[in-house]
Structure formats: structure tokens, C-alpha cells
């Protein structure tokens, strides 16, 4: 539906169907109605899947993206099953789900996002079959997902303690976000991790061949914001792109050095790339004071 409406449709009207799509769960039920009775007959030999009606992230396969990402937390983000883990953006448990098979019982997940229904189903059915993985919802406001949420993203504190993981990543979050937003997000994961602790994070990434490559492809991300690109700019955090340089600086001043190399993604149509979007690992320096 989403890629026939971003060929068919104009701007204006994808909008409101995105907005609409995000924010009317019964319309995402009644959508998804045929495809929720077949998950829900197949429960059983599915194993831990949530229904297509809550599955809101990207148009990948979700099983399939969620185990491509566990091999790039062990491999890039150097995961080990006994270590305390974070993610910011959990949603329905995509990522969470491959690592019910990967952390071991002295390993832990903590996961919070800010949309209740997705929150309340890995509550119901991943936390009583693994008892070190847990979920929180968060009301923070973000204009597609969660636009009643009555905390701000840029000044919210992550409801945590200092200083007790390992390891914390964010996939397609930080591609939803405003850069005063990012800034406090990222400020908050480096209080949040351990003296040598990692992060993993994705971006729409830009520097002046990227904005060529999507000028010549006559790219959806096409209206300027701030410093970066958007593809809706009535509602920059349906999907934002930003400067580089920016991002970069921003690590660092949150005491999160970026590690080379940034592994870029095919987002931009580049003609070599590991994933869809652009991955950075960054470590927190191990002299920061927590």
C-alpha cells in the first residue's frame, strides 16, 4: 500500500494517508484484517511474530531485517550474550525478538518506545517467555507517531539509571527525529552506558555527493529543514535526513566517539552498501565522568 501511494499519489494526499496510517490503529486493523486472521492461524508454527496491523517500521521483511541487524550488533557493535542492553525505539520487537535467541541469562534487554499498543504487545508476549526482557512506554511527543504525547523529545530523560549498559542502539529512530531531539537522545545514551560502553545507531546521512546522487534520482527527500533534507515538510519526522558533519559533531559532544568506518546504506542509491540506511558505532570514552 505504502509503495503503490508513493508512486501513484501527490504529496499532499500521501501525507494525510501516512499520518492517517500511523495514527488510526483500527484503520491499520481493518487494513491488515485478512492478514491478522492468517498470522493468528499460524500462530504456532510462526513462533514470537506480532500481527501485520502493528508492524509500522519500513517496508522490509520484519523477521528478516531483525535478524540482519542481530549480526550487525555482534559483529559492528561487538555484542556479547552476557551484557546489559538498551533499545531506544523498541516498537513492536524487531530487534528484540532475534535476541531472545542471542542473550544468555546473565544478559539483559530493557526496551522502551513511545507507542502503547506495540509496547503492550511485547509486554503480553515476549517479557513472560524471557524474564530479562522488558518494555516501557514513554509519552514523548513526535508529530507522525505519537503527536499527543505531552513529554518533549529534547528535554526528556530517559527513565533509567546511569552508568548500567553495555550496549544501546536505535534503529530507524533517529531517522524520525529533529536534530535538538538527536542531541538530547544522544546525550542521554552516553549517561545511560557504561565507561566503555557502545552505541548503535541509524541515519540518513548527508554531505554534498549524497544531495547530488538524490537530486539525480529525483529523490522523495526533496524539502530542505533545518540543515538537512525531508520528504514531507508539513511533517519533517516522517522520514528527515541529516548533515553528516552535524551528526558527527554531535557524538562527540555528547562524549560518544563515532568508530570508522560509518557503514553508509542504499537509502541515497549508492552503488556499494551494507544496509538501507547509514549505520555509525560510536563508543563512550572510558575517562568520561558518569
Excluded at 530479562?132 to 508529530?143: I, L, Q, S, W
Excluded at 566517539?257 to 558505532?281: K, M, N
Aim: with cysteine; charged share 25%; proline share 6%.
Amino acid at each position: 500500500m505504502k509503495k503503490l501511494a508513493r508512486r501513484c499519489l501527490p504529496a499532499g494526499v500521501q501525507s494525510i494517508l501516512r499520518c492517517a496510517y500511523y495514527r488510526l490503529p483500527w484503520l491499520r486493523r481493518i487494513y491488515h484484517f485478512p492478514r491478522d486472521m492468517a498470522a493468528l492461524a499460524t500462530r504456532r508454527r510462526r513462533g514470537l511474530q506480532p500481527p501485520p496491523s502493528l508492524i509500522t517500521v519500513g517496508d522490509g521483511p520484519f523477521a528478516e531485517i531483525g535478524h540482519e541487524f542481530l549480526r550487525y550488533f555482534i559483529d559492528l557493535g561487538g555484542l556479547r550474550p552476557d551484557e546489559r542492553v538498551l533499545e531506544i525505539g523498541c516498537g513492536v520487537g524487531r530487534m528484540a525478538i532475534p535476541l531472545t535467541t542471542y542473550l544468555s541469562g546473565k544478559g539483559s534487554y530493557e526496551g522502551f518506545d513511545i507507542v502503547r499498543a506495540e509496547i503492550s504487545w511485547c509486554q503480553r508476549n515476549i517479557t513472560p517467555r524471557f524474564e530479562n526482557f522488558h518494555f516501557h512506554h514513554v509519552d514523548v511527543f513526535n508529530g507522525q507517531a505519537n503527536p499527543k504525547g505531552r513529554l518533549k523529545a529534547d528535554s526528556f530523560r530517559f527513565p533509567l539509571g546511569g552508568g548500567q549498559f553495555d550496549f544501546v542502539f536505535l534503529t530507524s529512530v533517529f531517522t524520525h527525529m529533529l536534530l535538538d531531539d538527536i542531541e538530547n537522545y544522544l546525550r542521554e545514551t552516553s549517561r545511560l552506558l557504561k565507561s566503555g560502553g557502545r552505541l548503535l545507531a541509524t541515519y540518513f546521512l548527508l554531505d554534498e555527493p549524497t544531495r547530488e546522487r538524490l537530486r539525480r534520482t529525483n529523490s522523495r527527500f526533496r524539502y530542505p529543514h533545518d540543515s538537512g533534507l525531508v520528504i514531507d515538510a508539513k511533517m519533517p519526522e516522517a522520514s528527515i535526513a541529516h548533515e553528516e558533519g552535524r551528526i558527527r559533531a554531535l557524538h562527540e559532544t555528547c562524549g560518544l566517539r563515532v568508530q570508522e568506518p560509518v557503514r553508509y546504506g542504499s537509502w541515497s542509491g549508492r552503488a556499494r552498501f551494507l544496509s538501507s540506511q547509514d549505520i555509525i558505532v560510536a563508543g563512550k570514552a572510558h575517562d568520561r565522568q558518569e
